[in-house]
């Protein structure tokens, strides 16, 4: 009989992360220790250790994908959270072994492809055109790839969507939106994408494919933003629009710099549904998003 203490029958298995000091990636080292694995990270900034981090315990390694550093000859598993086109480019390159990879790509492979903005073709084109350099280079070497395609994220005050509203309408007291902003989305909390990518990594049928992971409800872009305005502390006022009107107060704010990334085919979308089945992902590693039930926490920039 032992007493005291546990005895360890399975070695912890090691994973190295890109992308680590990220919105997705801080969510996922912060479930890797707990789950007894030996994380290596690498971030282009120097990583202070910080016992009170999400992912404390971490072993960082400063660096880039473009200039990585010296890196572990063997891990289990390989986790991307950062640029897909910039991971794509090391893998190909690296001599690392490593059976598992998991990388986060993004639902915008389809749905910009025909985008009347250049930048978002090619943005797409970047995206559809890593994903297959890493299928390929991933089949070569015989290991199990799996890319995880979120919609729009949010959750911990660093996305470039969600929380740059959120900023406007503290600022203002209300945001404006043009009519008819009807289009159907699914925003994705990061716990959740994090979560994906564990739960995908036991998982054969998840070898060898490529899943849209959606969050877990799908609204009007109206009602997104409505919400989102509705949690926040004090509340900010949705304001709509005629679109004549609002096109004039867009080019005045673009003017004076307040509406930088904001592109008219971004304001045309508001009207298209970009709805994506989460059924595969449910149905091979039991994908369970939460529905949209916004705080004010989830869009204040840490």
């Given at each position: 009989?032992?007493?005291?203490?546990?005895?360890?029958?399975?070695?912890?298995?090691?994973?190295?992360?890109?992308?680590?000091?990220?919105?997705?990636?801080?969510?996922?080292?912060?479930?890797?220790?707990?789950?007894?694995?030996?994380?290596?990270?690498?971030?282009?900034?120097?990583?202070?250790?910080?016992?009170?981090?999400?992912?404390?315990?971490?072993?960082?390694?400063?660096?880039?994908?473009?200039?990585?550093?010296?890196?572990?000859?063997?891990?289990?598993?390989?986790?991307?959270?950062?640029?897909?086109?910039?991971?794509?480019?090391?893998?190909?390159?690296?001599?690392?072994?490593?059976?598992?990879?998991?990388?986060?790509g993004?639902?915008?492979?389809?749905?910009?492809?025909?985008?009347?903005?250049?930048?978002?073709?090619?943005?797409?084109?970047?995206?559809?055109?890593?994903?297959?350099?890493?299928?390929?280079?991933?089949?070569?070497?015989?290991?199990?790839l799996?890319?995880?395609?979120?919609?729009?994220?949010?959750?911990?005050?660093?996305?470039?969507n969600?929380?740059r509203?959120?900023?406007?309408?503290?600022?203002?007291?209300?945001?404006?939106?043009?009519?008819?902003?009807?289009?159907?989305?699914?925003?994705?909390?990061?716990?959740?994408?994090?979560?994906?990518?564990?739960?995908?990594?036991?998982?054969?049928?998840?070898?060898?494919?490529?899943?849209?992971?959606?969050?877990?409800?799908?609204?009007?872009?109206?009602?997104?933003?409505?919400?989102?305005?509705?949690?926040?502390?004090?509340?900010?006022?949705?304001?709509?629009?005629?679109?004549?009107?609002?096109?004039?107060?867009?080019?005045?704010?673009?003017?004076?710099?307040?509406?930088?990334?904001?592109?008219?085919?971004?304001?045309?979308?508001?009207?298209?549904d970009?709805?994506f089945?989460?059924?595969?992902?449910?149905?091979d590693?039991?994908?369970?998003?939460?529905?949209?039930?916004?705080?004010?926490?989830?869009?204040?920039?840490?």
């Amino acid at each position: 009989m032992l007493c005291g203490h546990l005895v360890r029958t399975t070695p912890m298995r090691e994973a190295l992360v890109f992308g680590g000091s990220g919105q997705i990636g801080s969510a996922l080292l912060a479930r890797l220790a707990p789950a007894e694995w030996r994380v290596t990270a690498v971030s282009r900034q120097a990583r202070p250790e910080n016992p009170d981090e999400p992912g404390n315990g971490v072993r960082w390694l400063t660096g880039e994908l473009d200039a990585p550093p010296a890196l572990p000859a063997r891990v289990d598993a390989i986790f991307s959270c950062g640029p897909l086109d910039g991971f794509a480019r090391w893998y190909a390159a690296a001599g690392m072994d490593a059976a598992r990879v998991v990388a986060f790509g993004s639902t915008s492979v389809e749905t910009k492809q025909r985008s009347d903005d250049p930048f978002e073709r090619d943005l797409a084109a970047r995206l559809a055109n890593a994903e297959h350099a890493l299928f390929a280079r991933a089949k070569e070497r015989g290991a199990a790839l799996t890319i995880l395609r979120p919609t729009l994220v949010y959750g911990v005050g660093r996305d470039a969507n969600l929380t740059r509203i959120a900023a406007l309408a503290r600022r203002w007291g209300w945001f404006p939106l043009p009519g008819g902003a009807t289009g159907l989305r699914q925003p994705v909390h990061v716990a959740d994408l994090a979560e994906a990518a564990l739960a995908c990594l036991d998982r054969p049928a998840s070898h060898g494919r490529a899943y849209a992971v959606p969050g877990g409800e799908s609204l009007s872009y109206r009602e997104m933003v409505a919400r989102v305005l509705a949690c926040l502390q004090p509340p900010a006022r949705l304001l709509e629009l005629p679109r004549p009107l609002f096109a004039l107060a867009l080019h005045a704010a673009r003017i004076s710099g307040r509406a930088s990334g904001l592109g008219d085919a971004a304001i045309a979308r508001m009207q298209d549904d970009l709805v994506f089945d989460p059924g595969p992902a449910q149905r091979d590693f039991d994908y369970c998003p939460r529905p949209f039930e916004p705080v004010d926490a989830m869009f204040r920039r840490p």
